[in-house]
Each structure stands twice: as structure tokens, then as C-alpha cells.
Nanobody
Framework: QVQLVESGGGLVQAGGSLRLSCAAS????????MGWFRQPPGKEREFVAR????????YYGDSVKGRFTISRDNAKNTVYLQMNSLKPEDTAAYYC?????????????????WGQGTQVTVSS
């Protein structure tokens, strides 16, 4: 069982930045590819970004491409989401997730473990 704990959310003005962190309990952290998802108020959960086991492969949702950067530090069992040029429409609960599968995916159903979420609110 992998436990994931997100941190770093908060209230920020439009145009600002935040960095989310997700710490994993699993010592074999590098065996999982990781993703970030978000769920805006009253909407469905959506894919934000994912990163491969080594960290060399990344992929982003269209709405965050060029503004957000996902990274990981396998020595610290942590994945990060650097969010720049934030917009009010980025307001959501952000979740990190871990997947043990062998094929990278941006589908939430392919992720095995989820954190509890951290709230990001962007004011206009």
C-alpha cells in the first residue's frame, strides 16, 4: 500500500506561482509512474500531468501546457508540480496519484493510489 501526502496548496493571485509536493511512503517509489489530477468545484476530475519512472518523460494536459512543470526526486520519494502563471480557472483540488502499470497513462482509472488532495485557489 502506497500512501501519498500532498502539500503546498493555498490561495494565490492570478499570475502567481505555487509548487505542490507529494511525498510517497513507498521505498520502491521509482517503480511507479506518477500523475497529478485536479477537480474544479462542481466538475469532474481531470488530468494535469504525468511523469515516467525515471523522470525523463513528462506529459501535460492542454490547459496547463507551458505553465506547469512536473518533476520527481526518487531519492526523496517525492513528486512536484510547479505551477506558474496561474489563472482563476486553475482553482481546484489537486491530487497526486501513483500507478504500478507498465504503460504510461493519463487516465485516472489506471492509477492505483491517490493522495487526499490539496486545495489551490486562484483569485482574479
Amino acid at each position: 500500500q502506497v500512501q501519498l501526502v500532498e502539500s503546498g496548496g493555498g490561495l494565490v493571485q492570478a499570475g502567481g506561482s505555487l509548487r505542490l509536493s507529494c511525498a510517497a511512503s513507498e521505498r520502491s517509489f521509482s517503480n511507479y509512474f506518477m500523475g497529478w489530477f485536479r477537480q474544479p468545484p462542481g466538475k469532474e476530475r481531470e488530468f494535469v500531468a504525468r511523469i515516467s519512472w525515471s523522470g525523463r518523460g513528462t506529459y501535460y494536459g492542454d490547459s496547463v501546457k507551458g505553465r506547469f512543470t512536473i518533476s520527481r526526486d526518487n531519492a526523496k520519494n517525492t513528486v512536484y508540480l510547479q505551477m506558474n502563471s496561474l489563472k482563476p480557472e486553475d482553482t481546484a483540488a489537486y491530487y497526486c496519484a501513483a500507478a504500478s502499470g507498465s504503460m504510461l497513462s493519463d487516465n485516472a482509472r489506471n492509477y492505483d493510489y491517490w493522495g487526499q488532495g490539496t486545495q489551490v485557489t486562484v483569485s482574479s
